[in-house]
């Protein structure tokens, strides 16, 4: 191996092999969709349950006949600049790195939208956040959420008994003590996905 490949084979910010680099900066990269797609399929084969055939939920645990949704986001620092003619170049600068690590979740401002959450839709919500280092993945039950988790039904005008709640520096510890159910890293991620 060449020197400069070695060099680029560990970042030295967290320490992550190169090709988890390329999975994590792959999977922020995505759109909407595509990366709910991947959290579905993450949550699938770490609990081993099957796809839903129903547009309702994502996915179905057939041992204990339950419905199961994911919803879960990236963890990036909040914008700082708002783009204008003048600065666009810069704010556009500062868009190349705004990964935080899990150990820096309270020392920056973020904030992670958990929406179309309807309750009445399924039995069980694994819900997260895709911080720089690793994965941190939630379990709550529709039951649960409430005032406790700042759930809000007033997402959009009209869609009754849909809302939406946040994850983000100031409560990620409440949910951190009462809904964990797993740390991942991006390597195991990797070995998941195999």
Same mark, same amino acid.
């Given at each position: 191996m060449? @020197? /400069?490949?070695? +060099?680029?084979?560990?970042?030295?910010r967290n320490a992550l092999a190169f090709h988890e680099m390329e999975l994590r900066n792959a999977i922020f990269g995505l759109h909407t969709r595509r990366f709910g797609t991947v959290a579905e399929i993450m949550v699938k084969k770490i609990i081993g349950? /099957?796809?839903?055939n129903k547009l309702n939920y994502d996915l179905f645990d057939k041992v204990n006949n339950m419905r199961v949704e994911c919803k879960f986001s990236r963890c990036q620092r909040s914008h700082t600049l708002k783009i204008t003619e003048k600065n666009v170049l810069k704010a556009l600068e500062f868009e190349t790195d705004r990964h935080i690590l899990f150990a820096e979740r309270e020392d920056y401002d973020w904030d992670s939208n958990i929406q179309q959450v309807k309750k009445s839709e399924f039995?069980? +919500? !694994?819900?997260?956040? !895709?911080?720089?280092d690793l994965i941190v993945i939630f379990k709550i039950e529709p039951n649960q959420i409430g005032d406790n988790v700042q759930y809000s039904d007033?997402? #959009?005008? $009209?869609? @009754? $008994?849909?809302?939406? !709640? #946040?994850l983000n520096n100031k409560n990620i510890q409440y949910h951190l003590k009462n809904h964990l159910y797993k740390y991942i890293s991006y390597n195991e991620l990797n070995e998941w996905l195999q």
């Amino acid at each position: 191996m060449s @020197t /400069e490949m070695g +060099l680029r084979w560990r970042e030295s910010r967290n320490a992550l092999a190169f090709h988890e680099m390329e999975l994590r900066n792959a999977i922020f990269g995505l759109h909407t969709r595509r990366f709910g797609t991947v959290a579905e399929i993450m949550v699938k084969k770490i609990i081993g349950i /099957e796809n839903s055939n129903k547009l309702n939920y994502d996915l179905f645990d057939k041992v204990n006949n339950m419905r199961v949704e994911c919803k879960f986001s990236r963890c990036q620092r909040s914008h700082t600049l708002k783009i204008t003619e003048k600065n666009v170049l810069k704010a556009l600068e500062f868009e190349t790195d705004r990964h935080i690590l899990f150990a820096e979740r309270e020392d920056y401002d973020w904030d992670s939208n958990i929406q179309q959450v309807k309750k009445s839709e399924f039995d069980q +919500l !694994f819900y997260g956040v !895709f911080f720089a280092d690793l994965i941190v993945i939630f379990k709550i039950e529709p039951n649960q959420i409430g005032d406790n988790v700042q759930y809000s039904d007033k997402q #959009h005008r $009209g869609n @009754t $008994g849909e809302g939406q !709640f #946040h994850l983000n520096n100031k409560n990620i510890q409440y949910h951190l003590k009462n809904h964990l159910y797993k740390y991942i890293s991006y390597n195991e991620l990797n070995e998941w996905l195999q």
